[in-house]
């Protein structure tokens, strides 16, 4: 499954950002926490993601340079990639949010997260 496809299957509110170039969706922070604890209750890995903002006059959604991603060690089995790597996912979103109250993003903007994930039934 997509996180697209995640999020609408668990009702989750999330914004296309297919018009801007990436065939993703971005979440919210609460939603992004959200769909981190689905993805770990699903056991799937996330690979890391990407931070975009929009801005609501005009509505648009723009790229930052901030982003992350977890490597999956050697020995880790499926279950302990995917705590460990929405482990991180969390922190990421956390360390963003510090940055968001302490004004390293422009007021007025949402901040969107981009969850990229390992398709376990879809690998190439």
Known sequence: MTTKELADHYGIKYVSLQE???????????????????????????????????????????????????????????????????????KYIQIVLDSVTKGCYEEGSDVLFELVILDLNNQS
């Open 20 to 90: 801007y170039g990436v065939y993703s969706v971005a979440f919210l922070p609460d939603d992004a926490l959200r769909m981190v604890n689905i993805l770990r209750e699903e056991v799937t890995p996330i690979l890391g993601g990407d931070v975009y903002v929009k801005k609501n006059d005009p509505t648009r959604v723009y790229p930052t340079d901030d982003g992350w991603y977890y490597e999956r060690k050697c020995d880790e089995l499926i279950k302990e990639y995917t705590d460990n790597s929405c482990d991180e996912a969390i």
